[in-house]
């Protein structure tokens, strides 16, 4: 059975009040549903503000709901105005950091050196951070995409502990937030390019098993047959993740 992971992006959206009342009533709903010995992982990247209120709500460890930050600042402590400590959300219960998403590479100039920088701090927390790679539409119109995934898991694989927990997010950057979904012949094949890479290249222990989720305007109504493709284990969603009932849906899609 593979392992699914469903992680929401809430980006820069909803307030603590709206946090604590979108968790409790998902949490109500999920414990509802029958998912039996299923292999299920879902994690919310909130907004910094808002995780004291997801603390709150999803304080159990034992629960398979859990979350984390959208970025965070790769020192760890020191004159930053303005950042996110990994070791906060660490305090907060959170467990996970997205790092590299095409929004900070694309709209704060994050490098692929400050990506992996901050992987290394989050893995050395104890926390999981999971990458974010993807072409940009010029970029696949060339042919360059597995050139450009591969500069970009390079980058981090190179410079963080392979033996401990990561996770990778493919996210085409033209198919976030603009309702074009990659095929799925293009997301298998990426995702396929991905496992082989994790395996052969990076000899990434229990690489088979190492989520590889897919993002980019996945909904409700296309996600039951993205997550049959064998290697995707889940998915990174943005829009479709602000509505209680429209990431249920997409994390329950691998039942359809
Ligand atoms: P989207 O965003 O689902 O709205 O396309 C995905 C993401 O940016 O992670």
Redesign the pocket.
Known sequence: MKKLVF?A?W?LHKNPHETRDFLNSFKQKIENENLGSQNLEIIY?IPATNLESASQILASKQSNIRFGSQNCCAKATGAFTGEISAATVKDLGGQYV?VG???RRTLFGEKDSLIAEKGVLVQGLGLTPML?VGESLAEREQGQTEQVVLHQLEAFLTKINLSFPFMI?Y?PVW?????K?ASLEQVDAVHNFIRKTLIERFKVPNAEQLPILY?????ADNASELIRLKNVNG???????LEVESFLKICLSFQV
Do not use: D, P, Q
């Open positions: 992680a992006n980006k990247f997205l998403h095409s929004e974010c997010a996210e198919a976030i937030g603009t309702g979904v993002g980019g305007s996945v909904k998915f990174l969603v943005g829009g479709a993740s």
